[in-house]
C-alpha cells in the first residue's frame, strides 16, 4: 500500500475551541460593562449570535457539499454540463424574442388590444421574466462552475512559469501577502459587484459588531467568481501554502470585529485593525465601501479606499432586513436580485442589476418608480 499524505489541516477549524472562548470572554466583559455605560451595538443578542454561529456552521459545511452538488453542471466535466449550457442559451432567446414582442405591440403594464390579440405586450413581458431569470440562474450556474474548475490551485500548479518556491518561511510569508493581496481585491469586488455583494451580503447583515459577527460567514461562494487565489501557484507558490495562508488570513480576520479595543497608534499605519474594521462594516454614508484589507490596510491606503474611523460606526445594511432567520438573511439580495431581473425589460438592464453594484440597482429602481409615476 502506498503511503497516505493527508492535506494540510483547516486552521479555522482547528481554531473552533478559541473561538468560543474569545466569545465568552468578550460577552462576560461587555455584559460587566452594560451594567455601567448601557448597551451598545457590540453587546450580544440571542437570536443575532445564533444566526451568526448558524452561518459559521453553514460556511464549514458548504465546502463540502457545493461543489460536490454542482460538478454534475460543470460544462466540460459533469455529465449535465452541457444540458445547461443549452438551457442557459435556450433561455436567453426565449427572452430576447420575448423582449422584441413587448417592444414591437407597445403595450404598457395593464395590457392592451393590438392585431386583436388582446393583452400581447403583457404576455410577452410575463415570459420574458420567467426565461430571464431561468437565462440568469443557468448562465450564472454554467460560468461560475467553469471558472471554479479552471482556476482551483492544483490545475494552476501544473501551469506554474516560476520555480516551486518551496516550504519554508520566506514561502510561507509570500503566500500569506500574496493571499492578502488578492484577499483585498475580491473584498473590493464583492462590494462593487452585485452578484457577489449577494455571496458576503451576509457577512454585514447583522446591527451587532462582536467577536460572533466574525463567524457569520458566506455559505455561497461556489456562487461566485473571484479573483483565483490559486493563481499564486503560477508564481511558484505550492497548493499546501496557499491553504495555510488562507487559514492565517481568516484568524487575523476574527480578532477586528469588536468594539473592545480601541484605537491601537502607529500599528495602523500599516495592520487592519478593530478600529479600520468598524469603519468596513458601518452603514455610514461615509463608511460605505471602505477598509477591505484583510491583514494589511495598506492595499487601501495605496488604492483609494482607506477611511479613518471618526464618527461612530451605525452596523448593518443601508436597508436592513430586520430578519435574524438564518435562510433568509442568506437569500433575501438573491431573491431581490431575481425580482429585478424579472421586473427588467432588456438585456442590458438585466446584466445590469446583476454585475453593476447594489447601490446602481437601488438608484436604477428609484429611477424607475419616478418616471412611472411621472406617466
Not at 501551469?159 to 503566500?175: H, I, N, V
Not at 469603519?279 to 479613518?308: C, M, Q
Amino acid at each position: 500500500m502506498g503511503e497516505h499524505r493527508s492535506g494540510p489541516r483547516d486552521l479555522t477549524v482547528v481554531a473552533v475551541p478559541f473561538y468560543f472562548a474569545s466569545m465568552a470572554a468578550e460577552y462576560l466583559w461587555l455584559r460587566r460593562r452594560a451594567t455601567r455605560r448601557g448597551p451598545t451595538a457590540g453587546n450580544y443578542e440571542r437570536r443575532d449570535t445564533v444566526a451568526s454561529l448558524t452561518m459559521g456552521v453553514g460556511s464549514l459545511v458548504a465546502p463540502l457539499v457545493v461543489p460536490t452538488l454542482l460538478r454534475p453542471f460543470t460544462p466540460g466535466r459533469g455529465r449535465y454540463g452541457r444540458a445547461l449550457v443549452t438551457a442557459a442559451l435556450g433561455a436567453v432567446a426565449v427572452t430576447t424574442v420575448a423582449d422584441m414582442v413587448a417592444r414591437r405591440t407597445g403595450g404598457d403594464d395593464a395590457g392592451d388590444d393590438r392585431d386583436g390579440e388582446p393583452g400581447t405586450a403583457r404576455g410577452a413581458r410575463r415570459v420574458a421574466a420567467a426565461a430571464g431569470v431561468a437565462a440568469v440562474v443557468t448562465g450564472g450556474v454554467a460560468v461560475t462552475t467553469t471558472w471554479a474548475a479552471r482556476t482551483s490551485p492544483e490545475r494552476l500548479w501544473r501551469y506554474r512559469f516560476l520555480p516551486a518556491a518551496g516550504t519554508g518561511p520566506r514561502a510561507l510569508a509570500l503566500a500569506i501577502v500574496g493571499w492578502d493581496f488578492i484577499y483585498y481585491w475580491n473584498h473590493r469586488l464583492m462590494h462593487e459587484s452585485r452578484y457577489m455583494w449577494a455571496v458576503h451580503v451576509v457577512h454585514h447583515s447583522s446591527e451587532h459588531y462582536n467577536l460572533s459577527t466574525a463567524l457569520r460567514q458566506p455559505v455561497a461562494d461556489a456562487l461566485g467568481t473571484s479573483v483565483p487565489y490559486g493563481a499564486l501557484c503560477l508564481l511558484g507558490i505550492p497548493p499546501d501554502l496557499i491553504v495555510a495562508a488562507r487559514g492565517v488570513n481568516l484568524l487575523y480576520q476574527f480578532w477586528i470585529h469588536t468594539e473592545t479595543i480601541g484605537r491601537m497608534g502607529p500599528p495602523e499605519a500599516v495592520l487592519n485593525t478593530p478600529s479600520h474594521h468598524r469603519v468596513h462594516h458601518g452603514s455610514n454614508a461615509k463608511y460605505i465601501d471602505r477598509n477591505h484589507g484583510s491583514i494589511l490596510i495598506v492595499w487601501d491606503r495605496l488604492f483609494g479606499t482607506f477611511e479613518p474611523e471618526d464618527e461612530r460606526p451605525v452596523y448593518g445594511l443601508t436597508k436592513n432586513i430586520d430578519t435574524f432567520n438564518a435562510g433568509r438573511i442568506m437569500t433575501h439580495e438573491y431573491a431581490e436580485m431575481l425580482r429585478d431581473v424579472a421586473r427588467s425589460t432588456s438585456w442590458g438592464e438585466r446584466l445590469s442589476y446583476v454585475l453593476r453594484g447594489p447601490g446602481w440597482a437601488t438608484r436604477h429602481r428609484a429611477e424607475v418608480a419616478a418616471g412611472t409615476e411621472a406617466a
